[in-house]
Nanobody
Framework: QVQLVESGGGLVQAGGSLRLSCTAS????????MGWYRQAPGKQRELVAT???????NYADSLKGRFTISRDNAKNTVYLQMNSLIPEDTAVYYC???????????????WGQGTQVTVSS
């Protein structure tokens, strides 16, 4: 199976920065698109950003310019650099990856357990 483990969340003051990391491990054959999503209390989970294995990125329009997604394919890791944080960024941030494993010859979506980001005003 595949596990995604996020780290880097925490409490930060408005205007501050955080860097989230997510590393995939397990019976991995290849990883396609990786991404970050977030879910605030009482709201639906929403896209933050995605990045393909080739480095093409896609962002939620409202987050362009403040958040940057990147990845290290050799480490099976995706990062999310978050700058100029505002209280509205408070949410649980989830990592997602499209992975084909050495066990099953198909791509499946995997999710991390989530990491809490809290931005105080």
């Amino acid at each position: 199976q595949v596990q995604l483990v996020e780290s880097g969340g925490g409490l930060v003051q408005a205007g501050g920065s955080l860097r989230l990391s997510c590393t995939a491990s397990g019976s991995i054959f290849s990883i396609g698109t990786m991404g970050w999503y977030r879910q605030a209390p009482g709201k639906q989970r929403e896209l933050v950003a995605t990045i393909t294995s080739g480095g093409n990125t896609n962002y939620a329009d409202s987050l362009k310019g403040r958040f940057t997604i990147s990845r290290d394919n050799a480490k099976n890791t995706v990062y999310l650099q978050m700058n100029s944080l505002i209280p509205e960024d408070t949410a649980v941030y989830y990592c997602n990856a499209a992975v084909s494993t050495t066990v099953l010859p198909r791509v499946a979506n995997y999710w991390g357990q989530g990491t809490q980001v809290t931005v105080s005003s």
